[in-house]
């Protein structure tokens, strides 16, 4: 649909993605500025490749969350009880002699396992907003206790860990020079990319994340697009939880608590708003690349990650009253064009 | 009037409360007993005070997710002025140091606030990972021991009662912060202009500006006394705690939170009052505690917790449905 | 010149480098009505804010009680005694009605306590001025329309006014409530409060004021008694051209109803309703504003199902459960508030053209044909003239009634059968208004039928021919529009009215 805009739209249109590029190009241009020796190998883009991809996935299904106008707080929590349930298969097959490729159905069978877990706590999460009608940030409070409660009590508070090394390998090796786990990342980001522009869903979600009672009064299942959204979140943490457990090989019931905020974090700074309707795929990416640039840039400058949290929160604030400012600017101008 | 109190929030928490602790001591009576209720005393008193800020800017229709961020930072920065420059000054001041800092800190989000139209939970967001590296990245890492007097401060008993056993049941003077705090709120939010001012923001933002209400200055006043109270908070955590650990009490928020939501507030809505918040605290800590007591598994206690958080949303918007029929 | 309470002299205000008031001067005099009319986006509540203080004018001064100003602050305003009952009433959902009434009064007096057994006392008082019985204790979230409304003028008048704006007051209440409203503006006149009515309707203007003043491109063009001013006149001055209104000519086909309904009913709504519309037909339903004509119309859409009764298309029953059943048997709804049930304001003109269409546009598996969403919109955009229109121009920068055109065109966007329309004018200037009625007509003329559902009399004469009216959740009258005199349908609205209150 895009294409076929007015001429003046198509311009608004790119300026907004190059809105969106500037952030991490501009950090990305600093960090080489002042350290190309190191920055500029290798070894530290697949280390970069391989820390952003957690984040980056829980960052797409909040992204959904927003869009909708709700919030997930149970990611991370969803997450663990789908590294649980893996973490238990692969358990479960530790003692017995698996050539390499059973090894590999096995993990099918993981991910597949991983995704059901996820679609499950989606569905309770989805129970409690769109059917019970509970506000979504408080339904998914509770459920990220009950979640992490569930994986408390079947793992006793401790941590599964020792997989075979065959495992560990796989999920800490690269294919073609690309981190394996990215592959992952990638596969959902297209995934989240073709559902939400070329799909029905994706153009209902923007209408009920805009207005809920005119988009019910227009026809569109709300609460079936509401449980969309919680089962698409649980899936894609349930992705997450996989990930995780192949790469740092353990499961425990607090891993990536945080990774709640710091997704809203890179999301803000995608251009996702909190009030729903807006945002895009190609916004978060980038909001993601600045955050990795910025904890990773200024480790490798000698900066210490200790700086990462304030910069993160800094890159926050000034996006946002550069936003406003911006915003500010375009209705002087709408007014004066009138 | 009488059927709308017992359908009231706060009736339904009381009896819950009464419930649970009948359930307890029918298990181990040893849940009623002094030395008991004053554990739970002590172990409710930073949650409480730190419900008061989560409470006030629920009541003016937002969320805060700075509150701990801003306790932690205050905490660890006026103990490392202190050992820094040798000081043991009296407790007052050390509480002053901590107010003023909370004040300034909740300035800066009142700029942002101010500065952006955007929703108190994203700024939030913003400035609690600002003043949460702020902390490492700036004023320094690791443990530090408080000085004496902080310390004192910590372990200063209000009451202490020697039971049949010999054991003494001591009520921490720390509990007294938590009952001015509340009184003090609850004058503030019902007795005074401002505090109806921040229902009324809470409300509909449009209709205080109209009926002359600077939004603005409320909302630094707001962001100010959040902040004062959290800079108390932060203090009180470390007098308990005697030492310090850099980025303490961060990720903490969400049982706070909780407990405000049981206590029936509602951001969207701008409504909430300082009992029913104390009733939700102490309803948690409850739970808490005493499934402690109980030997029931750490581990266990999040998902009861979890349960009670959907239950108790459920209830409300059960009672409210009721209402509109 | 001692007789005036407020006097706006050579008043400018301009937004972004854009004039909205040019040189405006404007009077009011002590304890008289005034009203105020123009059309969406001339002005007015540009003005209105002017007076409250709540924006600052750029040049020129104002007069109060013969006290100048070159700048006025809201709480200065509530001091002065100007008061403004808004639209939406600006009423604050989470506190009680008595503090509700107070705030505004206690902010101005800059009151640092609560007197909360005061409170509710002066409330109850304020309330039973106007006459109107509500708890003082309940949160106004709880209240109907209606009741805020009240509450609303009970807040004004607290204040001890001697201005109370009200700004489109009537947009949200029923006849038997607009005749209160009425009184109690005369009362308020007696007791030497001036008021200035904002409205859109033109007969109401006429039965409260005494004075009328009409803005058009941010200037007063008339100003003077409300004596030998007729409806024609009104709308010259305000669109500065001459309306042709015309009725609808109708003639039966000899087929089957396309909207049958025997004996519907929903509980505590309404009852044993019956009624039928045929193919092109533009029929109306009137009635008070609680007797059941929205909530007939919900059930019909899928939005309120009913309990009992029959609904036929074409003569085939069909169930209508939800929104998605509705439009399967191809009902279309315009809803009555547009900008909160109507439009996705942040969304573009084009995509709110084809929300509905989107089973349509979509294939089996759920990805969606862009080009023919764009060619979707493109047709479904052009068949009428939409002032300031671009794709991919936000719905809220329209004006509010090129609004309700975007509105109604993406319902027939959907093709429907039957097209009901509630209030399908409230808030749009009288242009669009006519605008709107030509498109009605022109869609009936295509084989729609039509069902309009308003409380403007005027509006369902020139819209409809034939109308029922609803009275407690039945239907108790039907008309021929070209039959009946508007005299008679008014006469039996308020005989209803009347037969209501014994």
Known sequence: ?338 | MAKRILKSNECVLIVLIAVLLVAFYTVNPAVLSLGNVFSMCSSATLNAIFALPVLLIFVSGGIDLSFMAIASFIMFTTTKILLNNNWNPSIVIVFLIGIGMGIGLGCINALFVNAIKLPIFIVTLATQFLFDGSILAFVGTGKQVVPGKMADFGKMALLQIESDGGRISTLRATVLIVVVLYILIWLLLWHTRLGRNFYLIGGDMQAAERAGINVKKTYVLLFVIVGAICGIGGIVNACTLRTVIAGDLIGGEMPVIAAVIIGGANAEEGKGNVVATLLGVILITVISNNLTILKVPSYMQEFILGIFIILSTVSQVLRNRQKYR | ?502
């Open chain 1, 1 to 338: 649909m895009k294409e076929k805009k007015t001429g003046g739209s198509r311009l608004k249109i790119s300026n907004e993605k190059l809105k969106f590029i500037a952030i991490p190009l501009t950090l990305f241009i600093i960090i080489l500025v002042l350290d190309p020796a190191d920055f500029l190998t290798v070894g530290n883009f697949r280390s970069m490749s391989f820390q952003m991809v957690e984040l980056g996935l829980i960052s797409l299904a909040m992204m959904f969350a927003f869009i909708s106008g709700s919030i997930d707080l149970s990611l991370a929590s969803t997450a663990n009880i789908a590294a649980m349930v893996v973490a238990f298969i692969l358990k479960s097959f530790d003692g017995h002699e698996l050539t390499d490729q059973q090894w590999g159905w096995v993990l099918v069978l993981c991910i597949f396992a991983a995704a059901a877990a996820g679609v499950l706590c989606g569905l309770f999460n989805g129970f409690l907003v769109a059917k019970c009608k509970l506000q979504p940030m408080l339904a998914t409070l509770g459920s990220m206790y009950l979640f992490s409660g569930i994986v408390f009590m079947f793992t006793q508070g401790k941590s599964i860990a020792g997989f075979p090394e065959l495992i560990s390998d796989f999920g800490n090796g690269t294919t073609f020079g690309i981190a394996n786990t990215l592959f992952i990342l990638i596969f959902v980001i297209v995934l989240s990319a073709v559902l939400l522009n070329k799909m029905r869903f994706g153009k209902e979600l923007k209408y009920f994340g805009t207005n809920k009672k005119a988009s019910l009064f227009s026809g569109i299942n709300n609460s079936k697009i509401m449980m969309k959204v919680f089962v698409l979140c649980g899936l894609i943490a349930g992705i997450t939880g996989f990930e995780y457990v192949i790469k740092i090989n353990t499961a425990k019931a607090d891993y990536g608590a945080s990774y709640v905020f710091t997704s809203v974090l890179c999301i803000s700074l995608g251009g996702v708003s909190p009030s729903g309707g807006k945002g895009g795929v190609f916004g978060v990416v980038c909001g993601l690349i600045a955050m990795q640039l910025l904890s990773s840039g200024f480790s490798i400058l000698g900066l210490g990650t200790s700086m990462k949290n304030f910069l993160w929160g800094v890159l926050l604030l000034g996006v946002m009253v550069f936003n406003y400012y911006l915003e500010c600017r375009e209705m002087k101008k709408k007014y004066a064009g009138k």
């Open chain 3, 1 to 502: 010149m001692g007789n005036h309470l407020i006097e706006l002299k050579h008043i400018r205000k301009s937004f972004f480098g854009v004039d909205v008031l040019k040189d405006l001067n404007f009077s009011i005099e002590k304890g008289v009505s005034t009203s105020l009319i123009g059309e969406n986006g001339c002005g007015k509540s540009t003005m209105i804010k002017i007076i409250s203080g709540f924006y600052e004018f750029d040049y020129g001064e104002i007069v109060i009680n013969g006290k100048k100003y070159h700048h006025l602050t809201p709480i200065e305003a509530m001091h002065e005694g100007i008061q403004v009952v808004y639209q939406d009433f600006s009423l604050f959902p989470n506190i009680t009605v008595a503090e509700n009434i107070m705030t505004n009064s206690l902010i101005a007096d800059n009151r640092r306590g609560i007197p909360w057994k005061e409170m509710t006392q002066s409330a109850k008082k304020a309330l039973e001025r106007i006459g109107a019985d509500i708890d003082t204790d309940i949160l106004v979230s709880e209240l109907s329309v209606a009741q805020k409304q009240l509450v609303a003028i009970a807040r004004a008048i607290v204040m001890d006014a001697k201005l109370i704006i009200m700004d489109e007051p009537t947009s949200a209440i029923t006849y038997k409530e607009i005749e209160i409203l009425l009184k109690i503006v005369q009362e308020l006149n007696a007791a030497g409060i001036a008021v200035l009515f904002v409205s859109h309707k033109l007969d109401e203007v006429k039965a409260v004021s005494k004075n009328v003043s009409v803005m058009r491109n941010g200037n007063i063009v008339y100003s003077g008694g409300i004596e030998g001013m007729t409806q024609e006149k009104m709308v010259f001055y305000m669109t500065g051209r001459e309306l042709v209104s015309r009725t609808f000519i109708y003639e039966r086909p000899n087929t089957e109803p396309v909207l049958q309904v025997k004996g519907l009913g929903l509980k505590n709504y309404y009852k044993d309703i019956n009624f039928d519309v045929y193919e092109g037909e533009v029929v109306g339903i009137t009635g008070l504003l609680g007797c059941g004509r929205s909530e007939l119309a919900k059930s019909l859409f899928g939005l309120m199902p009913c309990d009992c009764g029959e609904i036929y298309m074409h003569g085939n029953a069909v169930q209508i459960r939800s929104v998605r059943d509705a439009m399967k048997s191809k009902i279309a709804y315009v809803p009555e508030d547009r900008l909160t049930e109507g439009l996705h304001l942040s969304s573009s003109i084009s995509d709110n053209a084809i929300v509905c269409l989107m089973e349509k546009l979509s294939s089996r598996c759920g990805f969606l044909n862009k080009r023919k969403m764009v060619e979707t919109y493109q047709e479904v955009l052009n068949r009428v003239s939409i002032a300031g229109m671009e794709y991919d121009k936000e719905v809220r920068m329209l004006s509010g009634g090129n609004q309700q055109k975007v509105l109604l065109l993406k319902w027939i966007a959907t093709e429907p059968d039957l097209l009901i329309l509630n209030c399908p004018t409230v808030g749009v200037d009288v242009g669009s208004k006519s605008d709107i009625h030509e498109l009605v007509h022109k869609i009936a003329e295509t084989g729609v039928s039509v069902v309009v559902i308003s409380d403007d009399l005027p509006e369902i004469r020139q819209l409809c021919n034939r109308a029922y009216m609803m009275h407690d959740g039945m239907f108790c009258n039907e008309f021929k529009i070209s039959e009946t005199t508007s005299e008679e349908m008014e006469h039996f609205l308020t005989n209803n009215i009347k037969g209501r209150e014994e």
